[in-house]
Each structure stands twice: as C-alpha cells, then as structure tokens.
C-alpha cells in the first residue's frame, strides 16, 4: 500500500500495528474520562447534595478502577479524607491522608496537603483531657473537637472555668444555628489497641437548658473494626430538667476484639445548651 503524499510504501502488517496502537490510545482515554465522569459525580454527591457518607463510596468505587489515573485516585483519597474529617472521624481521615503521603509523592501538590493534614488527625493511644484542665477559655480544649461540617456559626463548644460542676473546667455546646436539625458534637477519637476485648464505661455529669421540646443531651460511643465495619454502639439521650441540672449519663460495653478505633462524643440535640462536665473513660472488667 502506498501512501500518495510521501511515496512511502507501507506494509498491511504495518497499518494493522497501528491501528491496535490507535485503538489502545483511544480506550485509554475513554477510561480516563470515565474515570473523571466518576470524580465529578463523586464531588457532586459530596459537595451539592451535603451526602458525604454516599461520597465516600463513590470515591471508594473510583479507586478500584483501573482506568483511572493517579493524579485522579490521589484526588479522590484526598477527599474520603476531608469527607471523614467532616464525619468527625479523624482515625479514618488519618488512614487517608497517610497512604496518600506513602503511596503518590508523584503527586507534589495532594501529598504536601494530606502531609499538612496528619498532624491535625493524629490518633492518640487513649483520650485525654476528659476534666477540661488544659485549654483557653471561650475555645474548644485539645484534643477534643468539633467535626468540620458544623462548624457553621462560630465555636459550637467553648470551655468554660466558672458555672461548672467541678473545680477544673467543663464545656458549654450547642447545635449549628444555621441548621438545627444538625446537632452539635464534641468527639474525641482514639486508638482502640489498649481497649480491645475489655468492658469499658463512658461517663459524663450533663445539664441541659433547654429553649425548646425535644432539645436534648446525647452520649455516644463508638468502635470501628477493619475495613471501616462497625462494632459496638450505643446512645444514651438526656432530657431536660426544670429547672436545668446536672445529672450523670454513662453507656457501659464491650470493646471488640478486633477494634481499630473508638469514638465518644456528647451533641447537643435540638435549640437549648449542653453543659458537659467530668467526662471518664474506664475500663470495669479486663476480662
């Protein structure tokens, strides 16, 4: 066969080549665009329809994808991150940003951020600061928090030195003002290494002033296992007294044998204040 414009004769052997090298080109970039049709409508679920559980898994699905690029995966790990961030689950947030910074420093500029992002969801072997000693007042104490997506108004959670139970601190919550369906949480999460296959108790004095029916005070506690299943959870709700009172809330259970992290928090539910105070994480029967 000749090509008419060069003269130069090419071989049939020779346009097959090249069309299999054409037609790989060309798959190639179909998966790519897939690959990025899958990210949008990940950000999509994220960012627009505020579902960051739902994101998650899409971001999770494009992972597993072989036509996506690297510059793609490492963006869609970075925003399971952030996702998990705003959950309020640092330990998962923390697994993220690590592989990130193990697995694409081909990747400068989603490294260096996930890199700036460790230290912020560093997981300690235990809680800490459960009597509110250390901190500023006005602010929330380390190393409890506020998950991300609530803080829409300011501090939701502010510690405080005076009008408290104790001598040492407590802290005064409330729920996001701009979206009172949401609740305002202050968590703390930790590894569960120390506590796995032990009974353990959460215990906190609450008080709530409540301004409307419903508002409320809840304690939770929370152990993910691998693979982000969850183990032992429970909830205990504190309804207002009247006139407002401190009155202990504890869940007591046991942590599974193969727990990776645990979560516990206190929300405040509804339009009132929650007043948190002399919060204990015990273990009741090493067993």
Not at 82 to 89: A, P
Request: glycine letters at 8%; aromatic letters at 8%.
């Amino acid at each position: 066969m000749m090509n008419k414009k060069s003269g130069v004769r090419i071989q049939e052997s020779e346009w097959r080549g090249l069309f299999v090298l054409v037609a790989a080109c060309a798959l190639a970039v179909g998966a790519q665009s897939d690959a990025d049709r899958q990210f949008e409508a990940a950000l999509h679920q994220e960012v627009v329809k505020g579902d960051l559980r739902g994101a998650i898994e899409k971001y999770r699905a494009l992972l597993g994808q072989s036509g996506a690029s690297r510059g793609v995966a490492a963006r869609a790990l970075l925003h399971i991150g952030e996702c998990y961030e705003k959950l309020g689950q640092r330990a998962q947030a923390h697994e993220a940003y690590a592989r990130i910074a193990r697995e694409f420093e081909s990747e400068p500029g989603i490294a260096g951020t996930a890199r700036a992002r460790l230290d912020l969801t560093e997981v300690p072997p235990g809680p800490r600061n459960l009597n509110f000693e250390k901190g500023e007042p006005g602010k929330v104490p380390a190393p409890w928090f506020v998950p991300s997506m609530e803080k829409t108004t300011g501090n939701l959670a502010e510690l405080r030195r005076r009008d408290c139970r104790s001598a040492t601190g407590c802290v005064v919550l409330t729920a996001p003002a701009t979206s009172p369906d949401t609740p305002g949480r202050l968590m703390q999460s930790f590894s569960a290494a120390a506590y796995r296959g032990k009974t353990v108790r959460l215990r906190a004095w609450l008080k709530v002033e409540a301004n409307a029916p419903g508002d409320r005070a809840q304690l939770s506690l929370k152990v993910t296992r691998p693979n982000q299943k969850t183990g032992f959870w429970a909830e205990r709700d504190q309804r207002a007294d009247y006139p407002a009172q401190w009155t202990v809330c504890e869940i007591t259970g046991k942590i599974d044998d193969d727990a990776q992290f645990v979560d516990f928090w206190i929300a405040s539910v509804g339009h009132g204040r929650v007043w948190i105070d002399g919060v204990s994480f015990d273990v009741v029967n090493a067993n």
